[in-house]
């Protein structure tokens, strides 16, 4: 669908009528808007350290596990530490959900350019069904994956080693 481009006239209303949209919003509005999307950015900050953190320790763990013959204790440990790791990303997940869901995208909608909101709507399309055909899976494959599903994939699969070695032990 082809949609023609504004006219001069309705650009410049358009202009005049966001001018207008921001000049009545209450002083500070932009600061706390920053301050907000700030706070966004650190949490997603603090997330990555905890998942360098927790992937270099699973990591020698793991490598402890196939080199020596440890203790069924030290899987136990890993599996543990990975429970750890999976519902912290998951309060992070939660805490930021609730920054931009509660705070930074109702903001939004009262300013003239809604930059998170335009591009999560662009990134979330149509959910696609799982099929068993390589057209489906190509497409499903294809689609967008939310970082935090993706990376909580990880600390599953370290507890999968875990769960493998603690098994081969009995």
């Given at each position: 669908m082809d949609v023609d481009p504004p006219t001069p006239a309705e650009a410049a209303e358009a202009q005049e009528a966001a001018v207008d949209e921001v000049a009545q919003l209450p002083d500070h509005y932009f600061e706390l808007y920053?301050?907000?999307?700030e706070m966004a950015d650190r949490t997603s900050a603090r997330r990555l350290t905890a998942n360098t953190f927790f992937v270099t320790v699973n990591t020698g763990l793991a490598a402890l596990l196939g080199a020596h013959s440890f203790q069924w204790?030290?899987?136990v440990a890993g599996m543990v530490l990975c429970v750890a790791w999976w519902a912290l990303l998951k309060s992070y997940r939660d805490l930021n959900d609730a920054k931009f869901n509660a705070v930074i995208n109702p903001m939004e909608q009262r300013?003239?350019?809604?930059?998170?909101?335009d591009e999560w709507a662009a990134l979330k399309r149509e959910p696609v069904k799982f099929a068993l055909n390589r057209s489906a899976i190509t497409q499903w494959l294809g689609r967008y994956w939310e970082l935090g599903?993706?990376?909580r994939v990880v600390p599953v699969v370290f507890?999968?080693?875990?769960?493998?070695n603690l098994l081969s032990r009995l």
């Open positions: 920053s301050l907000a999307v204790y030290v899987a300013l003239p350019a809604r930059i998170f909101s599903v993706v990376e507890a999968l080693i875990y769960l493998v």
